[in-house]
């Protein structure tokens, strides 16, 4: 969780804790005080040249507040695809690879190809390197449905099953 994340969260939080009149001043509060600042960073993103935004887009508290404010010189499609290329060479170690579907209303849609595509122990795995890489590059991103993730199997306990593999070698 980034800290953009957490400040949000709390002045979610804070919110809550108001009632009545005085959350409906709190809440005008905190969206003249986004709307100020949101306009002092757009300002800022008109004013640097592009290589030294492309430079500040990279830290990730800078990146938050550009998505927030929808300044981040990238789009999501691109962030998403710069991501997603970044996690392809783990996914090829397992002979498979994800494919961009499509983003709406703020949920990605993937599809998972290869040996991915229907093995328990690995989809779940591959998902999680999907979901870490895709929130980090785009945190507007509310879900990431992948397609072709098959529930792992789990034993007693709710532990999940080791997968039986093949010996590879003959026993005499």
């Known amino acids: 969780m980034t800290d953009v994340d957490r400040v949000g969260e709390r002045i979610e939080q804070l919110l809550g804790e108001f009632s009545g009149a005085d959350a409906e001043l709190a809440e005008d509060l905190v969206h003249t005080l986004l709307e100020f600042y949101g306009a002092g960073l757009a300002r ?30 990238r789009s999501t499609h691109e962030r998403v695809t710069e991501a997603l290329d970044k996690v392809r060479p783990y996914l090829g170690s397992h002979a498979g690879d994800v494919e961009f579907v499509e983003i709406a209303d703020g949920v990605l849609r993937l599809r998972l190809q290869g040996t991915c595509d229907g093995c328990p122990s690995s989809t779940v795995t591959a998902k999680y390197a999907i979901e870490r890489v895709v929130r980090e590059a785009a945190p507007e ?9 098959v529930p ?21």
Do not use: F, M, Q, Y
């Open 44 to 73: 800022i993103v008109e004013l640097v040249d592009r290589p030294l935004l492309d430079r500040l887009a990279e830290d990730d508290h800078v990146r938050g507040l550009l998505v927030l404010h929808d300044l981040h010189p």
């Open 141 to 149: 991103i509310s879900e990431v449905v992948v397609e072709g993730v």
């Open 152 to 172: 792992e199997e789990t034993g007693p306990g709710g532990r999940p099953l080791l997968p039986l593999v093949p010996c590879p070698v003959e026993v005499s």
